[in-house]
């Protein structure tokens, strides 16, 4: 496996409420998690990376080496968090109201295990086609699911940043998890909506596609999202299922 993320403050804010990060477990396994603060100056970004440390934290002391044992742990582990941001939310005034998206891939030789709360997406590049494997927890995505509106309209919708799930908001964190398949020359995304609502999924596919390396992938998508307007924070990271293993 191969990895590289990257992240980026983007164009307009003053903040960078993204974080994102991997980690390795005592089996040799792998985490990598991607999260996208809510709450501006009621601490998005203390939530953020609260969940990401929390759960690396987590996952490196555990020994597991299956996907049907990373699903049970990812579970508990989601659910306790969401109570925690909860409970640190409620601990501190200029906390109140914080909450993060979360997306995160447990990844093993031949399958990933995704978990995701939110707008922040996984997708699955394979024999150059690109996919979106989660689902967004977002009021534009219900209207497009509704039939209401397209999903091209959806993507210059005035409500478009309204999330209806996340983490630390609810004491009912419903989060989707889901395992797929890996084969030798997959490349999976993360990424948060700062790269969603700047870059077309045929750029993303583009980038994952041509001979740069995955280092140099992450770079150029946030290059690009910065160069659309850079509306948001920005952050990817790339999951590239090869026989070389390099996390950068």
């Known amino acids: ?28 396994q792998h985490l990598a998690i991607v999260a996208d603060g809510i709450g501006g100056r009621q601490g998005g970004d203390v939530a953020s990376a609260m969940a990401v440390s929390h759960l690396g934290h987590e996952f490196v002391q555990t020994d597991l080496a299956t996907p049907e044992a990373a699903r049970t742990w990812i579970s508990k582990e989601i659910t306790a968090e969401n109570q925690s941001i909860i409970d640190k939310s409620n601990q501190f005034a200029d906390l109140n109201g914080m909450g993060t998206t979360l997306v995160a891939a447990l990844y093993f030789a031949e399958e990933v295990v995704i978990a995701s709360i939110g707008d922040s997406r996984a997708y699955l590049l394979r024999d150059d086609q690109l996919r ?21 309209a959806a993507r210059h919708h005035p409500q478009k940043n309204v999330i209806i799930r996340s983490l630390g908001i609810s004491d009912d964190a419903r989060f989707d998890l889901k395992t797929y398949p890996l084969v030798l020359g997959d490349q999976l995304v993360l990424c948060t909506d700062g790269l969603t609502n700047m870059v ?47 996390v950068d």
């Open 132 to 152: 979106q494997l989660t689902e967004d927890h977002s009021l534009v995505n219900e209207l497009v699911k509704r039939g209401e509106i397209s999903r091209q």
């Open 200 to 246: 077309e999924d045929q750029q993303i596919k583009a980038v994952l596609t041509s001979s740069l390396s995955v280092a140099e992938k992450c770079d150029r998508l946030v290059e690009l999202a910065n160069a659309a307007g850079g509306l948001d924070n920005i952050t990817v990271l790339i999951i590239a299922n090869s026989s070389q293993e390099v």
């Open 1 to 28: 496996m191969e990895v590289a993320y990257r992240t980026s403050i983007g164009q307009q804010r003053a903040d960078n409420e993204d974080y994102v990060d991997v980690f390795t477990n005592q089996a040799g």
